[in-house]
């Protein structure tokens, strides 16, 4: 699967903005879609999951309530719809996919990855 980040920008805090992930090469609908992030200097992190069909859907603590992601799957893309933006949000955010999709939360399990989206928040 080749994945494709879209979407971020420079923006104030308390904006809304939303980032885009599309996919080809696979049949998209056979991936659980997640969504991290990686701030200068810290770990990547885990943001925001959801599974092939777009029942479930998983979310960071720190983002529940003001992100949310969701997919298509006749346009082969994930989104992530980041609202009540905070600088602390400030990072490289990734896209990528899961076949198994036993551990949503854990990057390591993930097969596919994109090249990353910046996205800066201004206090």
């Known amino acids: 699967v080749q994945l494709q980040a879209s979407g971020g920008g420079l923006v104030q805090a308390g904006d809304s903005l939303s980032v885009s992930c599309a996919a080809s090469g696979r049949t998209f609908s056979d991936y659980v879609m997640g969504w991290f992030r990686q701030a200068p200097g810290k770990e990547r992190e885990f943001v925001a999951a959801?599974?092939?069909?777009?029942?479930?859907?998983y979310y960071a603590d720190s983002v529940k309530g003001r992100f949310t992601i969701s997919r298509d799957n006749a346009k082969n893309t994930v989104y992530l719809q980041m609202n009540s933006l905070k600088p602390e949000d400030t990072a490289v955010y990734y896209c990528?996919?899961?076949?198994?999709?036993?551990?949503?939360?854990?990057?390591?399990?993930?097969?596919?990855w994109g090249q990353g989206t910046q996205v800066t928040v201004s206090s």
């Open positions: 959801i599974t092939w069909s777009g029942v479930r859907r």
């Open positions: 990528a996919a899961d076949r198994a999709g036993r551990t949503p939360e854990v990057g390591s399990v993930y097969d596919y």
